[in-house]
């Protein structure tokens, strides 16, 4: 009979479960989709900060959700609460759910106390993507930060992030870096928790 | 049940994103007006308790007269604050895992900017018909 075996149709999202569903999409079908971002974005924009500055605002609200969804899936509910909790957080269930692997490596950086790095190799987003010379130093990577700055942001850890191509010697593509700078008051709080 | 309860859910700017009055017996004018003020007045509370702990339902944390204010944090400090005079701990705490599961369904939405109203009339339905069934 015609429906039979057909899943239940809901009439309102809220009514939907929160099953984890398909876990794969079309590489292919993501990276049109990002590189009609870019695109889009480059018609409206003057100057490549700006250019950047958009990119990251659409990975900041994916960030936002990714955070609530994945401390409710996969950490039944247990919130995170400090610093190095949130960043491996970020570093594996993150990268892994959104890019199917953990991310390269996690490193505290050495100048100041408050700068912490993920590299990745090669960065899903910017895979298919080539910067011209005359766009300087663009990172499509953008999108990536605005996610991260999204997760950081919404559990309470402000912090500016930016993507930055660190070049490796003996490889032709340069390596990804998400660079994380937290805000003074994360600092003090994580001073006062102890 | 002749309870009393005003459920508010604050987001993480201390905006109220959503609010309502639940229960039978609460009909003055000024015992909305009152249940919004205990509960804004316990969100310092709330403030310094949610950093001390990583579980999500933090209980109990004010009391006003009889009215006990009891609190759910969410990962994206998402406070669901109840105000009420039952004693079913348990009954609470599963009526904010569904108000949480709501919530993360309604945060889902591309359109839905995060930290603004909710305005679903659906999600109100949901709501309440979740406080009737645990209250």
Not at chain 1, 131 to 145: E, H, Q, R, Y
Not at chain 2, 45 to 50: F, N, Y
Request: aromatic share 10%; with cysteine; glycine share 6%.
């Amino acid at each position: 009979m015609i429906g039979v075996g057909k899943m239940k149709q809901y009439s309102n999202v809220l009514d939907k479960p929160l099953t984890k569903g398909k876990q794969e999409v079309s590489l292919s079908a993501f990276a049109f989709l990002f590189s009609e971002l870019v695109q889009y974005n480059q018609t409206q924009v003057d100057n490549i900060g700006e250019l950047e500055r958009r990119l990251e605002d659409a990975g900041y609200a994916v960030g936002a959700r990714v955070l609530e969804l994945l401390c409710h899936r996969e950490k039944g509910n247990r919130r995170e609460t400090r610093l190095l909790g949130i960043l491996s957080f970020v570093h594996s269930t993150v990268w892994k759910v959104l890019f199917g692997k953990v991310a390269d490596s996690l490193e505290k950086g050495t100048e100041h106390e408050d700068e912490y790095m993920i590299s990745e190799k090669e960065l899903l987003v910017n895979k298919f993507i080539s910067i011209p010379k005359d766009m300087g130093t663009f990172n499509c990577g953008a999108f990536v930060a605005g996610i991260v700055r999204g997760v950081l942001d919404s559990a309470g850890f402000p912090a500016v992030v930016t993507a930055h191509f660190v070049p490796m010697e003996g490889q032709q593509r340069p390596r990804t870096t998400i660079l994380i700078k937290f805000a003074e008051e994360v600092l003090r709080r994580e001073a006062r928790l102890g | 049940m002749a309870t009393t309860a005003c459920f508010i859910i604050v987001s993480r700017n201390d905006i109220p994103i959503y609010e309502a009055e639940v229960g039978v017996a609460a009909k003055r004018e000024d015992a909305a007006q009152l249940h919004q003020f205990i509960l804004h007045a316990a969100l310092d509370v709330v403030q310094d308790l949610a950093w001390t702990t990583s579980a999500m339902y933090l209980k109990s944390v004010d009391r006003f007269n009889e009215l006990v204010v009891s609190v759910y944090v969410t990962a994206g400090h998402t406070r669901f604050m109840l105000l009420h005079d039952s004693r079913n701990d348990d009954g609470i705490k599963s009526f904010f895992q569904d108000v949480h599961e709501l919530y993360i369904k309604t945060l889902l939405n591309p359109l839905y900017l995060p930290g603004s109203r909710i305005t679903s009339s659906h999600f109100d339905t949901k709501v309440r018909a979740l406080a009737r069934k645990y209250f």
